[in-house]
Structures are given as structure tokens and as C-alpha cells.
């Protein structure tokens, strides 16, 4: 394609992504460790290219990635300062270190296009920003119109060497009339604030500076015709400073970005980046891992449920800086005791100066840590010594107290805290206790810094079993306390309106007998019985060690074998791995990847002369399934973890460089007499900078008391799946089990009861792989308030946001990439047609806006949806895994046809909200669509 072409559809997919009118939503971030993930909902990035960011790999038809490049300065860092002749060294900027450039020489053009352009270019950047531009004013003597000539040549030398190259020029206004059609962009810095690097502090740019600065940026836009981006700093932790001066440069017709001093943090532009991540603190000698802490166990599922992605700390290790808004919404621990005491000083101080900065806390169970005095008068806390006489007793609560079992009676040991000072007054009680004398303390409140709830008025523990149920509504308890606003939730669940369907299987019990007539292999049963029969999609793996001709049933090897690869060559099963030897501890003392000798034996099956490699267990057994039991082009995709499925990060590491997905973990074991929500976890947790994803329910090892019976057992999954359902869809549903279910009839007959319940459903069949993919991209998701709506990206696979329940349906006609909604008990499901979206809802006193076709509901993945403007006619395609079945609103007046035949309708209903919605039905799994409606 030609480059120019590739230039001009570049341009049109950004136009196109943008809400009508838009200017380009431009942010800069210098940092070595830039969060390109929530950056790529801006359009244009400036990144320092010497980072090492590949922006191939963060390409987008919405987002690129620009590098920045000093004209005329040059630090010693970079790698061609030593070729540069020192006569060519005009000045030095003692502020940024570095050497003013002479732009008047014959070569310099050549030189910068060759050494400093070119090697960026064949990385693949094709925009630049190019800053110090008026850097030669620094000299002592200086031919300014020499110099401005020397500019003009070296972008004229660019555009010749480097076709269809995009620039922005940061200054150089004399020099712009001359390349104006050379240009995209000219920017300037510190129009309302700046910094003053001389005295390395933040200041109002004084009013004469303004006005000038004013007056050369209207004049390009005005005169030149091109987009102004406005640069402007502030303290990083003065987010509303921030927003307050975006808006001041954006009333100006500007392209704002304000952010730190160093631009190492992400600003606020045209539109600003919603933060969705919560750092969790943890002690971390609480439990042998991070899968088992309660901070993980209990805060990590509400937080994701509302959207949140959760990073921890753990207060072993030194605790995190640069901890700030434009990127976290808020702070969250959970300690069950004290920290050691050096530890404690350091996490009160640490938790101080984040509240100091405007950071939301939430503190859970216990402080970790005695407050000191100072302490807690600063928070408007007073803790110990409160003279309290006899037992304490309830005189207020909150409604988001008593959520699963109500408030217990404080013990003795129970250490209340009092509200004083300024904090009292605007402070929301959560528990209110009174003494024998009148006096009052509470268990926890709602802060102006955030809010705190404490043992054991957080979970109580039933007596004589292992459950747990929450006291305080964990979901209006965070939100209030990190003050977390409405957001469109990127949500895992559903796709078009429908939750999703899956299956996998643990390989475990490949070789077991069946209890059953000619006592056959479990995995034949299992073939027959359940995966010929039910042609959803399911994933299957198998264990190396029990099907290998050199593992533990040899005899047996060759039979097994042959099941496997009858199982892998059915359409709708995938391939996964359940490892080598079936580890039962993965996160145990691990060196360079091999556990350590004298505990072998207690982490795996018993295989003579082996000794535990992880690299053996992940690639090497994807390797025996993929050379001698897949079928030719289909390759392994999975690694679904085993035993207590708490991989480490190097187990993690492994998987992915081996291009796998992982899964497997959680344990999400909700049923009707274990009714908590505290028995549901998480989408998944990150280790190391990578995702561990876990199965949304638990197996039927579990509701089998370990395989101990019942062996029925695992026909109340359908209880978790409803209770996970309603009244919050928190998870897919998963009929996840081993091989053996199917060694013994009750088993059998429960699969059976369980898949009956799931088609009689109204679900979306999808691949394990497709879900897992969802999970990663919820946490690759951005989302951004743009103007009234808001912008969302993110990978392809995850389609589904869910609206707030009062924000209503969506402007259909004033949104993007949004083919249609419906309802839900939580707010609305959103559908989109890919991995970006704006999204605008509709006004309350707004008038009904004209009924357009949207889609209500589909059991299959969109492909394609295109309508016109006038939306008579809108083209889709969809393709799922099993016949189709979809659902469209305010199509009755139109005609519905999959190629030239024109299809009626299975079934009329009317939603809750009003609208009119026609069923239709297809045996195809695939099919082009249209409605065609008449013209108003």
C-alpha cells in the first residue's frame, strides 16, 4: 500500500474514532516504565523512544505512538552525542544538562535525519515530536534567521528521506508559516502553569508571559489552520489542579496536557483517563501465598466486579512510590495483626503521606500497626486509652452494615476508636458503640480521607466450619470509601447480552477404570458419554505422566493415546495441558525453576529418577501433546494449572514466553449452604506483571468432599451458577471437572444434570481460550471521560461494558462502535462491534430520540455491524459455536435477512424499558444479516 494512502487511513480511522467535531486527544509520557495499556486511549503518545517501547507492537488504527526528539539540544546520554563535531555546539543548557545545537550547518540536516530519525523509523515510528526548536536563543550570538533557515532545511530533509512522516513542532512558531503543510501540530508549554527548572518548583505563568504565548497560539490556529497542544504543569498529586487548568487551555480551543514536571505521570487532556487500578497492602508472612491472604480472598472479587484492576504490595519489600490519581483510584489494606514493628513505622508514614495527597484509603480489619497519637489525630483518630467502661453495645449502624449476618457483640479484646477533631464533623459513623457510661466510639466509618472498618466487624466466622460471612457490604463499603465514581465496567460475564458458557476438563483420572459394564477407561466413558453428546465448546487436556508411553501406566499408554487424540479431533474441543507430573505445590522454594531435592517428593506424582522442573512441566508436556497426540494444525493453547493451582510468577513467566494462556485456581464454591459471597473470587491475579486467570467455578473435586462422596455431588454447580448469576452476574458459568466424573455413574449422571441445566439456558457458548482472553484484556482496558460520554479501549476479545442501572439505555445515534444493549438486573450490558467505542447515555430530559435497530441479544460473537446514518439499513455478520440466536430491538417495521432470504420472527417481547424485541433463530452456526427498514 502506498504510503501516502497508508497516511490518509490512518488519519480517517482517527477522525472516525473520535466523537463528532473532536479534536485528537494527545498525551506525552517520558517515563521508562510508561503505562502504554491506559495510554492508548489517547490518540497520538509521545514516548521517550530510548526506553525501548516497540510501537509496532502498541500500533492501533485509534492510537500511535510518537517518539520525541530534541532538535536542537542534546544530552551526553544519547547515542550519537559523540559523533557530533563540537564546533556544531553552540551553547550549554545548564537546566537539563545538555548542549545547545548550531542548526546553520551544511550537514546537520543530513546528520539528525540519519542519526537520530532513521534508526526510529526502522523501528516503526512514523510521528514525531519535535521539541527545542528556540533552544539556539540560548547562545550568546545567534543569526536568528540563519537559524530559523537551518529548521525549516532539516524538516524539509525529514519529509524528503521519510515520506508520509508526521510532525509536531514544539515552538518554532516563526518557522511554522514556512512548513505549515510539513506539520500536523505545533505545541508550546507553560501557557497557564509551569515549571521553573532553575528552582525545581510548579508556578503560575505570570500574565504578560500568558498573553504573549496567547497571541502566537492564535495565530497559528487561526492564521495556519493547524491544531494547538497546549503543555502545561503541575504537582502530580494535584489532580484537580490539573483538570481545573485542561479545562481552562481547552476553552481556548486548545489541545490540553497537564501533567507532572517530568512527564512521567498520565496528564489530563481532552479527555481524562479514568484510573481503575487499587493497590492492595499486604503483609505477606501472613500466608505461604499471595493467593491465600485475606486481602486477596476478599477485597480482589469486589473490586473487580466494579470494574477495578487490584496490583499488590507487600510490606516485606519496600513500598511503592509514584503512587498517584492519574492511575490509581485508590488504596486499600487488609492486615490481621502487626507488622513487624520497622515495618510498622514505615507503612504509617507511608499511608500518611498518601492521604496527604489526596489518595482514598481503605483500611480492613486491622491498622497492621499501632498508631502512635500523632498518627491518628492526623486521620481524626484517637485509639487506645479511651477509658471505656464495661461491655460495648450497638447504638447505630449503617445500612451497609449487616450485609450476610449482623454485626457481632464486641469481645474485651475489641480496641475501639473514637472520631475527634475536624475529621468528626464530616465523618459518616459505619458502627456506632456505646459503654456503660454513655460514651461513644466507633468499629469503623467513612472518612474524609476514606474510611476504615475493623475486626470483627469486617467477616465473622461460623463456628465448627471453614465459611466466612461479610458483616459490611464489601462493594458500598469501597466505593465509598475510595470514593470510586460510576464507569462503563469492562465485564468478563456476557457477551451481547447473554452470559457466557464453557466447559474444561483436568486430565486428572485418565487412566481410571469406570464402574460400569466392561469396566472401560474413565476418558472413553467420558468420550462417548459427554463430549460426542454435547457439542459445545470445551477445552481438554491430559496429564503427560499417566498418558506417555515412559510415564506411569505404560501398558495402558497406547489405548489412552488413541482416546486423546479421538478427543483432541473434535471441532469444538480444544487443547490444553494439565502438565507433566500433576504438581500439587507450585510456589514452594523454587531456584532458577527447579524445585530444591529433599522435598520432591511431596509436590508431584511419583515418577523415579525425575527431578521437578518447571520448564519440563509447562513446555515440555505441551510438547508430547502436541507432537504425538494433537491433530495436524491444531495446536496446544492452554495450561491449566494443578494441585493448590497457585503458580508463581516464574511458572507464569514460562507459560507465557511459551505462548500459551493459563488457567485454573480461585475456587468460587457459593452454593445454597455456603451462601456467601465471600466463597467467590476474583477474575484472576497478576504476578510479576503476569496474569494468572482463574476458572470462574470451582470443580467437582470440591462438591465431592475430594472425591469422597457424594459422587452426586457436583450436580449443585447449578446452585453456584444461579447464586453467581443473581442478583449480580459475577461469573461465566464453568462446568469445570476431571476425567474420573465420568469413572462412576453418579458422577456421570450429575455432568449430565449439569449440562441439561446449562443448554436449557438462554447462554453464549465460547471457548475456554476465548474467556481467558477476556480477562486479560479487562486488564489491559482503558476507559476515559470524553466531553458528556466516554471513550473506551482495549483488546478485541472483550466486548461487554455494563452501565450503571441509572444511567438508562444509551444514544444509540450519538455513540460509536456500539451495536445495541439490554438490560440487566446491575445496569445495562453494552454491545460493541470492537475494541474501541465512544459512548454517549441519554439525557433525563432529553426527548425520545428516533427508534433505531439495535441489537438486544446474540448467542454469537459479532464480526461485523454497519449501518447508514439513517439506519435503514444496517449489515452485521455473526459467528458462534453452536445455531445461532439473536435478538433485535425496534425492528418490527423493518425486514430481517440472512442472504436473500427473508427470516420471520420465533417470538415478540417487550423489554422492561419499553422496547419491542423479535427473537430469530438459525441452524447455521454462521451467517451474514440484514435489516432493512424504510426510509422516514
Known sequence: MPKLVSLLLWTLGILLSMPVHALPAVALHYGAAAPLSDLKVFDIVVVEPDHGHDPLLHQRSDSQLYAYVSVAEVQPSRSYYQDIPAAWKLARNGDWQSDVLDQTPADWPEFFASRVVAPLWARGYRGFFLDTLDSYRLAAQFDEAAQQAGLVRVIETLHQRFPGIRLILNRGFEVVPRVRDKIEMVAAESLFRGWNANKKRYEEVPAASREWLLGQLQTIRQQQGLPVLVIDYVPPQDRALARATATQIQALGFIPWVSDSQLHTIGV?????????????????????????????????????????????????????????????????????????????????????????????????????????????????????????????????????????????????????????????????????????????????????????????????????EQRRWVIDPFAFLTQALRLPPMPVPDVTTENGRRLLMAHIDGDGFPSRAEMAGNPLASEVLLKEVLQKYRIPHTMSVIEAETAPDGLYPQQSAQMEDIARRMFRLPHVEIASHSYSHPFLWNQEVKHGVFLEETQKDYHLELPGYTFSLEREIVGSVNYIQQRLAPAGKKVQIMLWTGDTAPSGEALAIAHRAGLLNMNGGDTFINRSQSSLTAVRSHGIQKDGYIQVFAPITNENIYTNLWQGPFYGFERAIETFEMTGQPRRIKAVDIYYHTYSASKRAGLEALHKVYRWALAQQLHPVFTSEYIRKVQDFYGYAVARDGQGWRVRGGDALRTLRLPANWGAPALAQSQHVAGYREGTEGTYLHLTGSSAHIQTLEKTAPPPPLRPFLYEANARLKKWQGNPQATQTAFTLQGHVPLQFSLGHSSHCQVRAGQRLLAPIRTTTTPAGANVQMFELTATHAELQIVCPSH
Do not use: C
Open 269 to 465: 487532556g481532552n479527555i481524562e483517563l479514568l484510573p481503575r487500578r487499587v493497590l492492595v497492602l499486604y503483609d505477606g508472612d501472613e500466608t505461604v501465598s499471595l493467593n491465600y491472604t485475606n486481602a486477596h480472598r476478599y477485597l480482589h472479587m469486589p473490586l473487580n466486579h466494579m470494574g477495578y484492576i487490584v496490583e499488590y504490595a507487600d510490606t516485606k519489600q519496600p513500598l511503592p512510590q509514584g503512587i498517584y490519581r492519574d492511575r490509581y483510584a485508590g488504596v486499600a489494606t487488609w492486615f490481621s495483626g502487626f507488622v513487624p514493628a520497622a515495618k510498622g513505622k514505615e507503612l504509617s508514614r507511608w499511608l500518611l503521606a498518601r492521604a496527604s495527597e489526596g489518595m482514598p484509603l481503605a483500611l480492613v480489619d486491622d491498622f497492621g500497626f499501632l498508631p502512635d497519637r500523632s498518627w491518628a489525630e492526623q486521620l481524626g483518630l484517637q485509639v487506645g486509652n479511651l477509658g471505656i467502661e464495661g461491655r460495648l453495645q450497638t447504638v447505630r449502624q449503617h445500612p451497609m452494615m449487616g450485609f450476610e449476618i449482623a454485626p457481632p457483640v464486641p469481645g474485651r479484646e475489641y480496641e475501639p476508636v473514637r472520631l475527634v477533631g475536624k475529621s468528626a464533623a464530616q465523618a459518616t459513623p459505619l458502627l456506632e458503640l456505646q459503654d456503660q457510661r454513655g460514651q461513644r466510639v466507633v468499629a469503623g466509618a467513612i472518612m474524609p480521607w476514606g474510611g476504615f472498618m475493623l475486626d470483627p466487624f469486617v467477616l465473622v466466622a461460623l463456628p465448627g466450619t
